[in-house]
Nanobody, 116 residues
Framework: QVQLVESGGGLVQPGGSLRLSCAVSGSIFMIYAMDWYRQGPGKQRELVARIFNVGTTTYADSVKGRFTISRDNAKNTVSLQMNRLKPEDTAVYYC??????????WGQGTQVTVSS
């Protein structure tokens, strides 16, 4: 059974940094992409960053230049380095994996709060 477990969330002051990690246990056949989504208070869930199996990355405009997504194939993890955090980055952050077979997997989410 596949499980995605996020860690690294917390409270940080504006301008600070956090690093989120997502550990994938179980076997996912033919991964297409690994993503980070977020859902802020009263907002819809949105795609923050994506890393494709070939290593290409994409980012939401709101986080470009501040966030970096990376993956460690040997450890089966995907991480999100978040720098220069803003109050509007406050959200629950979710790890998501898509397979080429159309299967999708979600983590349980980790809270990130940016506040002074």
């Amino acid at each position: 059974q596949v499980q995605l477990v996020e860690s690294g969330g917390g409270l940080v002051q504006p301008g600070g940094s956090l690093r989120l990690s997502c550990a994938v246990s179980g076997s996912i056949f033919m991964i297409y992409a690994m993503d980070w989504y977020r859902q802020g208070p009263g907002k819809q869930r949105e795609l923050v960053a994506r890393i494709f199996n070939v290593g290409t990355t994409t980012y939401a405009d709101s986080v470009k230049g501040r966030f970096t997504i990376s993956r460690d194939n040997a450890k089966n993890t995907v991480s999100l380095q978040m720098n220069r955090l803003k109050p509007e980055d406050t959200a629950v952050y979710y790890c998501h994996v898509q397979s080429r077979l159309g299967n999708t997997y979600w983590g349980q989410g980790t809270q990130v709060t940016v506040s002074s």
